[in-house]
C-alpha cells in the first residue's frame, strides 16, 4: 500500500472504534463501477458498498437528485412529511406488488427495519419468532436476537426472548417450528451474509403456507437481495409467494443511508399505530429523493433485467473457466458466491484487490460479488480474465526463504 494509505490507517487505528477491524484501504472517490485510494489506485468494484451503490459512484441522476432536494430540504421530521416521502412509500408499494391498503414506515439502515418488523410482529400479541440458522438481520440488540451467528450474539445476551433458529432450507425443521405461539417466521430469501445461500423457492412457500395455517406473520428481509440485486424486483417475487411485510434497506438509497418496511395489506399495516414507533430521520427528504433516483433509474435503464442477464453470463464466465479451485457459482441476478474447493477466499481476495478487484471473502471458501447493478459484461469479462491467476496464487507454495 501507499504511503497516504498507511500513514490515515494509523490515524484511523488510533481515532476509530475498532469493531470492523484495520480495513486495507482509504478510499477517496469512484466513478461509475471504479473506486479509488487515496495513493491513486484504481479498482474495479465487484462488492458495490456491499449491495448499496446500486448505480455505481457518481451516477448523475442520483447526483442531480439529491443535489437538488439539499438545496431546498435535507430533513423536515416526522412532525410533518414530504412529497418525496409520499411518493417513495407509494413507489415501493408498487413495486412489491403489495395490496390496496398496504403501507410504509422509513428507518435509515437495515436494522432498523427488522426492529420495525419485530414490533409489528409483537403486535399480533405472540412473542414468538422463528429465523434460520445462517441469518444476518442487523447488530441492534432486536435484530441480533434474530441475526444467528453465536460470535455476534453472545457477548450481547440477554437478547430478546422467543427466538427459535432452524436449519435454513429444512422443511421438517420449520413445520416443527412454526405454532400458534409464532407471532412471525423471518427469512432471508437468499443469506448473503452466510456466503449467499438459496432455500428454494418451495421453502418459502412452505412458509407462506405455515404462517398462514398458524396465524403468524411471514416477514421476508429483502435488504440484501431487494432492489433489482437478484433480477425481479425483490427476490420474493420469483418464489411467487405473498409475504406479511418486508424489510429493504441497502441498495435503496444508492447509499444514502435509509431503509424500510413494507406491511401488505390494512390488516399488517395497521397493527402499527400513532405513538407505537417512530424515527427522527427515517425518511427525511434527502433520504426520501435518493430512494426515488435510484428506483427511477434502475427502471429507466432497465437494470433489473440486467442484472438477471449479467448475472448469468457472469456464472457462465466462471464456470467456463474450470479451474479446479472453483466448486460452483451461486446465488441469483448479481448477488452471487464463487465457492472454492479451500478455504483460500481471503488470499484470492487480497491478490484480487493487489491487481485492482474488489471482491468479499463472505466465508472461508467462498467470494462473494455485488457489483453495482450498472456493472457491465466487459468489466465483469475483465475480473474472470483476472481470476484464474489470482487463484493460482491463492494455492501456490508459499515461496521460501532461500527462494526469495
Ligand atoms: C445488511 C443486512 C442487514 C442489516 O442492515 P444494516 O443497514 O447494516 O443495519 C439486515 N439484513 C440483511 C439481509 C442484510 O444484508
Known amino acids: 500500500m501507499g504511503a497516504r494509505n498507511d500513514e490515515l490507517l494509523e490515524r484511523y487505528q488510533r ?36 449491495a448499496v451503490n446500486a448505480l455505481g459512484h457518481g451516477h448523475p441522476a442520483l447526483v442531480s437528485a439529491i443535489s437538488k432536494q439539499a438545496g431546498e430540504a435535507i430533513h423536515v421530521s416526522n412532525l410533518f412529511t414530504s412529497e418525496g416521502q409520499i411518493a417513495l412509500a407509494e413507489r415501493l408499494v408498487t ?5 390496496e391498503g398496504s403501507a410504509v414506515f422509513f428507518a435509515n439502515s437495515g436494522a432498523e427495519a427488522i426492529e420495525a418488523a ?8 405472540r ?19 434474530l441475526t444467528h451467528k453465536p460470535a455476534y450474539r453472545e457477548p ?41 445461500l438459496s432455500p428454494g423457492p418451495a421453502y418459502l412457500r412452505l412458509a407462506r403456507e405455515l404462517t398462514t ?68 430521520f427515517g425518511g427525511n427528504p ?30 457462465d464466465a466462471v464456470t467456463a473457466l474450470h479451474h479446479p479451485l472453483v466448486r460452483e457459482v451461486r446465488g441469483a441476478g ?16 487480497a491478490s484480487a484487490r493487489e491487481a485492482g478487484f474488489i471482491v468479499n471473502p463472505v466465508a472461508p471458501d467462498a467470494l462473494r460479488l455485488a457489483p453495482p447493478l450498472v456493472v457491465t459484461t466487459e468489466q465483469l469479462d475483465e475480473f474472470v480474465a483476472a481470476l484464474p491467476a489470482l487463484l493460482d496464487a491463492a494455492t501456490a507454495p508459499q515461496p521460501t526463504s532461500e527462494e526469495s
Open 15 to 50: 481515532s476509530v472504534l475498532g469493531v470492523f477491524g484495520l480495513p486495507p484501504l482509504v478510499l477517496a472517490h469512484g466513478s461509475g463501477c471504479h473506486v479509488w485510494d487515496v495513493d491513486g489506485k484504481r479498482y474495479l468494484d465487484l462488492v458495490g458498498g456491499l
Open 95 to 99: 413495486l412489491a406488488g403489495a395490496p
Open 118 to 125: 419485530i414490533k409489528l410482529s409483537r403486535r399480533t400479541g
Open 127 to 145: 412473542s414468538g419468532i422463528v429465523a434460520a440458522e445462517g441469518a444476518f438481520h442487523g447488530r441492534t440488540t432486536g435484530a441480533l436476537a
Open 156 to 196: 450481547f445476551e440477554p437478547l430478546i426472548p422467543g427466538v427459535t433458529h432452524v436449519a435454513y432450507g429444512d422443511e421438517e425443521a420449520l413445520r416443527a417450528a412454526v405454532t400458534d405461539a409464532t407471532a412471525a417466521v423471518v427469512l432471508e430469501p437468499v443469506q448473503g451474509e452466510a456466503g449467499v
Open 213 to 280: 395455517a398458524h396465524g403468524a406473520l411471514l416477514v421476508l428481509d429483502e435488504i440484501q437481495t431487494g432492489i433489482g440485486r437478484t433480477g425481479t424486483w425483490f427476490a420474493f417475487q420469483q418464489a411467487g409467494v405473498v409475504p406479511d411485510a418486508i424489510t429493504v434497506a441497502k441498495g435503496l438509497g444508492g447509499g444514502v443511508p435509509i431503509g424500510a418496511l413494507v406491511a401488505f395489506g390494512p390488516e399488517v399495516a395497521g397493527l402499527l399505530t400513532a405513538g407505537q414507533h417512530g424515527s427522527t
Open 286 to 315: 434527502l433520504a426520501a429523493a435518493a430512494g426515488l433516483a435510484v428506483l427511477q433509474a434502475i427502471e429507466d435503464e432497465g437494470l433489473v433485467q440486467h442484472a438477471a442477464t449479467a448475472g448469468r453470463h457472469l456464472v
Open 334 to 349: 448479481l448477488l452471487r458466491a464463487i465457492v472454492l474447493t479451500e478455504p483460500v477466499a481471503a488470499q484470492v481476495a
